[in-house]
């Protein structure tokens, strides 16, 4: 593996030399900034018709020299794996951060420090955020063996009795057996046995699972954990009861476990398990979306927002979910500054908070800031990892996408030219759904749902080298669509 990555970065290094020898010796010279945006700002003030896509490309192909400082400083120069160093002391130093939690309250302060340190502008922004604990939790399987299962109950969850629920176990591979079966549900725990297909679609099972099987009398439910590998760890997650359907408690158990219960079953085999969990639903708590910017200079009204979800679970270091794409939303801006740069429009990271309980930080900004949607020239999230870039992600027009597909273009450095259609983000798609262009990473995650929600979540899981990628492409689409003349067509 670490043969790999060095010789990916060996590549890199040569492309990059490459195209900086190549532009060099073209003989173009792109005119400064500030001239650009002069001249730019004039034919903004008569024009706001649509440009041709050759005016377009022309636009942001001035902007290659910029894109290359940018990259430069991210991946071989002074900021070369910074937005590592700053996840690993921050991870290290706050842990996980669970909403309502006081680590979370750290981060906050931590990340609110950092930032204006940095020398951004720097405030929060208040959110009444939900306050799940999970207490002490414990499985046994007591028949036909006695065999300890690892668990991790379900955000929202509610708690056993303190001496706990013991009851035989029926296991299902779906909700359709489950109705099937209906009959023998009654009074038991259910197990959901269901394979992983996706993350989309497979989730139902950990999201509404507890609701499913209380509708036909269980009594607790146990879901096998949503990812497609496993070492024996359970991987956590919020789930919703529906209403009007009585509250059972609900856990997720291993990969191995699942399937061992499964096998049981089909051979007859009467289990039965113990399970206690302490959880407790406390009063909302108070809590901040952290918020840093670049003001434009020209029309600072204007925003492009960049952003990850300060929070996580309660177990690892939320490291991957999502400490990557909060440093690297930070990150970007740190380079934008660095270059002393300042783009017409503002630049706005949003450290969201309360992500995992359902975007309740995201929700709170969109209420307060909906008024002026007009004025959100693109919104951008990286919720998925900060593994080596593949593509951009993007949702909006079609005007707008011909506009991407030439910013992307100078990504050509390090290889990310790729635009994919459907940008991802729960925090990002309420203004999405309102007609918001935006934006999201698309990285190499065949590995992401390993780690997801689960102890294995760590700095270990985060390398340095892709992070720089990350953190260059994030900086230079979001300083280029920041400062070009126009807002991208809605
Ligand atoms: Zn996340």
Redesign the pocket.
Known sequence: MALEGSQACCLLRLSLFLFLFLSAVSGSHPPSERLMSSASAIRAASNQTKKTAPDVAAEVGRYADVAKRIIERAVFGAAQNRSYRRLADFTDTVGNRVSGSQNLERAIRYMYDAMKQDGLEVHLEPVKIPHWVRGKESAEMVVPRAKTLAILGLGSSVATPPEGIEAEVLVVQSFEELKRRASEAAGRIVVFNQPFISYGETVSYRAFGASEAARVGAVATLIRSVTPFSINSPHTGWQTYRDGVKRIPTACITVEDAELLWRLARNKQKIVVRLVMGAQTLPDADSFNTVAEIRGWQRPEQVVLLS??LD?WDVGQGAM??GG?ALISWEALSLIKDLGLRPRRTLRAVLWTA??QGGVGAQQYFKLHKENISNFDLVMES??GTFTPMALQFTGSDAARKVMEEVVNLLAPINTTKLEAGAEG?DISQWMQAGVPGASLHVADSRYFWFHHSEGDTMTVQDPHDMNLCSALWAVVAYVVADLQDMLPR
């Open positions: 990850g979800h996580s979910d999502d794409g992500e995992e919720d998925l729960t």
